[in-house]
């Protein structure tokens, strides 16, 4: 119907394989809504086309993690090719991870360079199209148990890194599947139940704020106990809580941490 009214179609998603999808919302709702459930996507902009592109400058689509697009950056001509390009980009696992995507019936055998990747275009139509693809993954999730200083300053240091910071003062809160690190800092405070929580989780990063001897006391009689760090924290000489902070969020750096 919207075509008898002189505007376009809506533009369809695809799945891998080639399976339509109801037409989708604003790209821009759709980020939104995917930054809100930390799932990670890649936004595909088109900023050069030259004809005869179905695209045009300032088209947009989301890469998905299960290799769905959402928008439309070209025809089925580019749609694979954004497609694996996107997923490449996602498994980095960086934030920011970018590349400029170009399809163009001049290259021959597809070739990369740094920030660059070129394909040839598979459509007898011709064109060209310049792509920028850009990952865009949850930030790094923490969760810290206590209402200590070391647990408020390592909150506030997280939070300055660009980190998603969750702060509870009840043992028994859950910790979400896809946590990256842990901090017990409550100073003795029901301190077993969260680590024991946290290392069925498997969370890559466990670190309690105690000495080195009631540390081995407190995970005596925990499974998994040696993966705990403690004390947690590089030791950087660390006096203050702010210090201490960042020295524990310098050790989940120095691990790799991601989201």
């Not at 910790?175 to 024991?196: K, N, Q, Y």
Request: glycine fraction near 12%; hydrophobic fraction near 40%.
């Amino acid at each position: 119907m919207s075509e008898f009214l002189g505007m376009p179609a809506p533009r369809p998603r695809a799945r891998a394989g080639g399976a339509p999808v109801p037409p989708p919302r604003d790209v821009r709702e759709r980020a939104a809504e995917l930054r809100s459930g930390r799932e990670p996507y890649v936004l595909a902009t088109v900023v050069r086309a030259q004809r005869p592109t179905s695209a045009k400058a300032g088209d947009r689509a989301l890469v998905l993690a299960d290799g769905t697009v959402e928008g439309f950056v070209g025809g089925h001509c580019a749609l694979d090719t954004v497609r694996a390009q996107g997923l490449k980009l996602l498994e980095f696992r960086r934030p920011g991870q970018a590349t400029l995507l170009r399809i163009t019936p001049e290259e021959g055998e597809p070739r990369e360079e740094e920030g660059l990747v070129a394909v040839g275009q598979p459509c007898l139509s011709g064109g060209t199209l310049e792509i920028f693809l850009e990952a865009v993954l949850p930030p790094v999730l923490v969760h810290v148990y206590g209402e200590t200083p070391i647990a408020r300053a390592f909150a506030e240091v997280g939070r300055a890194l660009g980190y998603q910071v969750e702060t509870s003062a009840d043992p028994w809160a859950p910790i979400a599947a896809d946590t990256g690190a842990v901090l017990v800092a409550s100073h003795g405070v029901s301190e077993e139940p969260v680590l024991r929580a946290a290392l069925t989780a498997g969370v890559p990063y466990v670190g309690l704020i105690a000495s080195r001897r009631r540390g081995a006391a407190v995970l005596a009689g925990i499974d998994g106990g040696e993966r705990v760090r403690v004390p947690a924290g590089l030791n950087l000489g660390a006096r203050t809580p702010g210090e201490i902070a960042v020295s524990v969020h310098a050790e989940i750096i120095q691990l790799g941490v991601r989201s």
